[in-house]
Nanobody, 124 residues
Framework: QLQLVESGGGLVQAGGSLRLSCAAS????????MGWFRQAPGKEREFVAV????????DYVDSVKGRFTIDRDNTKRTVSLQMNNLKPEDTAVYYC?????????????????WGQGTQVTVSS
């Protein structure tokens, strides 16, 4: 089981930026597509972004396109989410997740390892 630890959350004003990071415990990281999800109070966990094993392919939910960027460093076993022009509706707990194998999916059921989450709060 790949262990994932997120960091970088916090409180920011609308229009500000945050960079989330996720560190993986094992070399199997390099074989995983990596994703970010988020869950706001009272809502289901939703897909935010995913990046392929080699970093050459990405996908984003429409609401963050042009504002968020996912990237990874396989030598450091990290994946990051740069979040710019943050909005109050981006407030949520953000989770890093791993999708092993050849599956390319936004579905949370296709992600087999999850971090504990990091809180992002955007004030208006």
């Amino acid at each position: 089981q790949l262990q994932l630890v997120e960091s970088g959350g916090g409180l920011v004003q609308a229009g500000g930026s945050l960079r989330l990071s996720c560190a993986a415990s094992a070399l199997t990281f390099v074989w995983c597509n990596m994703g970010w999800f988020r869950q706001a109070p009272g809502k289901e966990r939703e897909f935010v972004a995913v990046i392929s094993r080699t970093g050459d392919r990405t996908d984003y939910v429409d609401s963050v396109k042009g504002r968020f960027t996912i990237d990874r460093d396989n030598t450091k076993r990290t994946v990051s989410l740069q979040m710019n022009n943050l909005k109050p509706e981006d407030t949520a707990v953000y989770y890093c997740a791993a999708q092993i194998g050849s599956t390319w999916s936004r579905s949370r059921t296709d992600f087999t390892s999850w971090g504990q989450g990091t809180q992002v709060t955007v004030s208006s």
